[in-house]
């Protein structure tokens, strides 16, 4: 038996055999790129629920059994023992670094924390109450701007460089995103600490006090970054991906992916958890939410669940459940609002409408909890999400530059539209 599928066209009788191609692990693949040269047809899939876009290394997610491996790492493991920046040196090189690596990887991430002066003039175009996701989109794309030393995206080199700049310089962004609607003023980075207290301490020191932020408050956001780091070809990574197969500057690829991922339906579910919450304000409220969930007249979902690949619990929601229950105490967390997640998520999972859909928590669901009890506003919760994944926007980046198959993403379509017709002068109309 070959590993191939045979496609039969039974309106011509042509048929093609297509390759079916196996991973290390998950569902094979059908190689279907020969189909419109042999039968003159496309495939179609809204949302591209079963299509593969890519062969990718870097992370593996097993939907039905709620699994999460980044390089081969299970993530309860890299949550438990590692630390974001350990992660994105892993996402990026393949292997986990020893210690004079480490020490190497994390001094250049320090010697790429600060932006160019003028970049911060860029955030004064913003009203206050901008969203911090359209500021930090716009100043991210206008980084390319300021780098035409490390541009050729076909040097090895070059792209390391600037994945350390991405990731160097993204919370720098991040901060000053939440200064200029605070009416702060922006802080340069402190390089004697490490890379996530570097972010607090741009965040929420005051240039007349010492700053010394908890170390459970560190330990708590550092888990948070290694569980938002990559997530194989969600809907803003499969953007940067598209971008980059075009060959534009990878800061504007990472602003597309910032972009994308401010829609509710995926990075913006952590706000419009803590949103939706804050609404029903009250466990027997939760009915009559779970009731609208389930309305296919109400376009109301319960923000924090469901999610197209997993259909089970996702991995990295327990993880964090499980940290908002050990931190209950120590982080001073929305105790109220927490009961109020627990209640609903009991009750929708014992509901036959959520069971029969599989839809479980994500890793929207309780993360902004820990946002919270941080001082960090609902509005800034993407902005911690995109500062994370931008280790795996660039990792899966420079994974695609890399990639012998490399060629421009260009999906084709099923024409719906008006048959051909002549134009009418606006006289005759
Ligand atoms: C992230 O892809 C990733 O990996 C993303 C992410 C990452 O790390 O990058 O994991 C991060 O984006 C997590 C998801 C965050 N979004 C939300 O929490 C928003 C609420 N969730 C839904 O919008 C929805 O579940 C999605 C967008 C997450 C998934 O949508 P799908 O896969 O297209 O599912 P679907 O719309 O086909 O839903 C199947 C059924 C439908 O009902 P029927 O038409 O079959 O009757 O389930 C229903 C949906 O109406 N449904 C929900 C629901 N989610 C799905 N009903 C109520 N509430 C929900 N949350």
Redesign the pocket.
């Known amino acids: 038996m070959s590993d191939s599928v045979t496609i039969i066209d039974n309106r011509t009788g042509k048929q093609i055999e297509c390759p079916v191609l196996t991973g290390k692990y998950g569902a094979p693949v059908i190689d279907t790129s020969r189909l419109y040269k042999e039968l003159g047809v496309f495939t179609l899939d809204p ?1 591209f ?1 079963t299509t593969a876009s890519c062969k990718s290394a870097i992370t593996y ?1 097993d939907g039905d059994e709620g699994i999460l491996l980044h390089r081969g790492y299970p993530i309860e493991q890299l949550a438990e023992k590692s630390t974001y920046t350990e992660l994105c040196y892993l996402l990026l090189n393949g292997e986990l670094p020893d210690q004079n690596q480490m020490a190497d990887f994390e001094h250049d991430l320090k010697m790429h924390s600060m932006t160019h002066e003028h970049l911060s003039r860029f955030y004064n175009g913003y009203r206050y109450d901008a969203h911090p996701m359209s500021i930090m989109s716009g100043v991210f794309a206008a980084i390319a701007s300021y780098y035409h030393d490390a541009t050729d995206i076909r040097n090895p080199e070059h792209r390391l460089m600037t994945a350390k700049r991405v990731i160097g310089k993204i919370p720098n962004v991040a901060a000053k995103c939440y200064r200029h609607a605070s009416g702060l003023p922006f802080v340069y980075p402190d390089n004697s600490r490490d890379y996530v207290e570097n972010f607090m301490y741009m965040m929420f020191s005051w240039p007349s006090e010492e700053y010394k932020p908890s170390p459970v408050a560190l330990r708590a956001l550092d888990l948070l970054f290694i569980l ?1 780091a990559d ?2 070809q ?4 499969s953007t940067v991906r598209l971008a980059a197969s075009a060959e534009a500057n990878p800061f504007a690829c990472v602003a597309a992916g910032i972009c994308t991922l401010w829609g ?4 913006g ?1 952590n706000e ?2 803590i949103n939706m919450l804050t609404e029903i304000e009250r466990p027997e409220n939760i009915p009559k939410y779970i009731a609208r ?2 309305d ?1 007249d109400d376009p109301f ?9 997993y259909k089970n619990y ?1 991995p990295r929601a327990r993880i964090i459940q499980q940290a908002v229950y050990d931190l209950m105490d120590e982080m001073n967390l929305n105790q109220p609002m927490f009961e109020i997640a627990m209640e609903l998520e009991k009750i929708a999972l014992n509901d036959e ?1 959520f069971i029969e ?1 599989k ?1 479980y928590p ?4 309780y993360s902004g909890l820990i946002y919270q009890a941080l001082r960090i506003p609902t509005e800034m919760f993407t902005v911690m999400f995109a500062m994370a ?1 931008s280790a795996g926007w660039i990792a899966q980046w420079m994974e695609l530059m890399e990639d012998p198959d490399f060629r421009i993403g260009r999906p084709r379509q099923l024409y719906t539209g008006q048959e051909k017709r002549d134009y009418v002068q606006i006289k005759d109309r």
């Open positions: 949302g629920g997610l938002h997530h194989e969600n809907a803003s990574t509710k339906a995926h990075g579910a419009a958890v969930a389930k296919k979902r319960l923000m924090g669940f469901g999610h197209r690949v996702d409408y859909r839809l994500n890793v929207d669901f994944r």
